[in-house]
């Protein structure tokens, strides 16, 4: 009886491990990949790996990097045009720079807003490989990358791991709402 009941434990035992939990990372990536098929899916990701972190100070700094950058370019556009008497260039590229510098000083504004928390994981960054089934059609192992909160929102997810950080400002608290106020002034 013992002997049953010590094979009966092991079994059990061996079953409950194999039981494998859902990875939620994975889970997420599922459903943004997901999100817009309205045929009956079996999508599975593999080889789950993360590859590095960023913490919102390093997400600020690029931010603010890129339109550092765009407001000296656009100066440059602008002087020239004015120099070759193109005015309505000029005063396309002077709105420009306005629109620029104010992200710029809102985008500092925010930063120093944050505070400590600047340093906390804004995301993390994965490969992965998924394939499966959509409807009827055997969908391909493709190669992809992912951005991901902590909380498990899925930032962006692209096949070119060039593309991977092009729309993560959007995980600092303010800066979708910054420009989508743009977005309403021009509508005005």
């Known amino acids: 009886m013992k002997r049953l009941t010590l094979i009966l434990c092991t079994v059990l035992a061996v079953c409950a491990c194999a039981q494998k939990e ?71 590229m002077y709105d420009e720079l306005k ?31 998924y394939g499966g089934k959509v409807g009827s059609s055997k969908l391909p192992d493709k190669q992809a990358y992912a951005t991901v909160t902590p909380e498990g929102k899925v930032l962006t997810c692209v096949s070119d791991q060039r593309d991977l950080h092009k729309a993560t400002g959007l995980v600092i608290p303010g800066y979708k709402e910054l420009l989508d106020s743009f977005k309403e002034e021009a509508k005005e």
């Open 99 to 129: 629109k620029d510098t104010r992200i710029y000083n809102e985008l500092i504004g925010l930063k120093e807003m944050m505070g400590g928390d600047t340093l906390k994981i804004a995301y993390y960054d994965y490969s992965f490989a």
């Open 22 to 92: 859902p990875d939620p990372v994975a889970e997420a990536i599922i459903a943004e990949l997901t999100k817009d098929l309205d045929q009956p899916f079996d999508i599975s990701v593999r080889n789950l790996q993360m590859l590095d972190s960023t913490t919102f100070a390093t997400e600020f700094q690029r931010r603010i990097s890129i339109y550092d950058t765009r407001l000296q370019q656009n100066t440059e556009r602008m002087e020239k045009y004015i120099r070759q008497g193109m005015k309505k260039n000029a005063t396309l």
